[in-house]
T-cell receptor, first 113, second 111 residues
Framework: GAVVSQHPSWVICKSGTSVKIECRSL??????MFWYRQFPKQSLMLMAT?????????EQGVEKDKFLINHASLTLSTLTVTSAHPEDSSFYIC?????????FGPGTRLTVT | DAKTTQPPSMDCAEGRAANLPCNHS???????VYWYRQIHSQGPQYIIH???NNETNEMASLIITEDRKSSTLILPHATLRDTAVYYC????????????FGDGTTLTVKP
């Protein structure tokens, strides 16, 4: 099946710094990608929908100025957590849609100290 | 997206069939039923999907009721590696269809 990769798989950063997470669809073109966040022992929560060549659509309660999303090509979407704080520590997962499947990346573990 | 309801947890003996139910009573005509599973600290893994007919692949079978208000995922011969959280999701089957995750069912396969 189709493969979605994420980089890095884990990252530790200091409070106040910014972190960029990459999501790539490896063998198909994805006009739409999705970003999720998952806290321990909780389900995945959709953060935003990333559309190639246009602005991302954020879910209610997600700060668009804090979580910057860029979908620059049909195979790459990036999520930048700006001015990270310890409460941003979480598991970030991206997905890319085919028709009709939706494929998920392996996730990125972010720890903010 | 339609809301789904799943039991929070289930146990299954190794080698036996695991039947995981899901209710989606408000599903729309253009929405598919998808099943994913998530093993600890990994991204969700696609299992199977269907619109209204029953489906089978190498991993599992999906049984959808005639009124499409509920479905059952069947793992025919559960192994210890099938222990995971299983999510039932309904979404439109297009590129723009987003998946909204509920709490899922934690399946524990016991030896």
């Amino acid at each position: 099946g189709a493969v979605v990769s994420q980089h890095p798989s884990w990252v530790i950063c200091k409070s106040g710094t910014s972190v960029k997470i990459e999501c790539r669809s490896l063998d198909f073109q994805a006009t739409t990608m999705f970003w999720y966040r998952q806290f321990p022992k909780q389900s995945l929560m959709l953060m935003a929908t990333s559309n190639e060549g246009s602005k991302a659509t954020y879910e209610q309660g997600v700060e668009k100025d804090k979580f910057l999303i860029n979908h620059a090509s049909l195979t790459l979407s990036t999520l930048t957590v700006t001015s990270a704080h310890p409460e941003d520590s979480s598991f970030y997962i991206c997905s890319a849609s085919g028709d009709p499947e939706q494929y998920f990346g392996p996730g990125t573990r972010l720890t903010v100290t | 997206d339609a809301k789904t309801t799943q039991p929070p947890s289930m146990d299954c003996a190794e080698g036996r069939a695991a039947n995981l139910p899901c209710n989606h009573s408000t599903i729309s005509g253009n929405e598919y039923v998808y099943w994913y599973r998530q093993i600890h600290s990994q991204g969700p893994q696609y299992i199977i999907h269907g619109l209204k007919n029953n489906e089978t692949n190498e991993m599992a079978s999906l049984i959808i009721t005639e009124d499409r208000k509920s479905s059952t995922l069947i793992l025919p011969h559960a192994t210890l590696r099938d222990t995971a959280v299983y999510y039932c999701i309904v979404r439109v089957g297009t590129n723009a269809g987003k998946s909204t995750f509920g709490d899922g069912t934690t399946l524990t396969v016991k030896p």
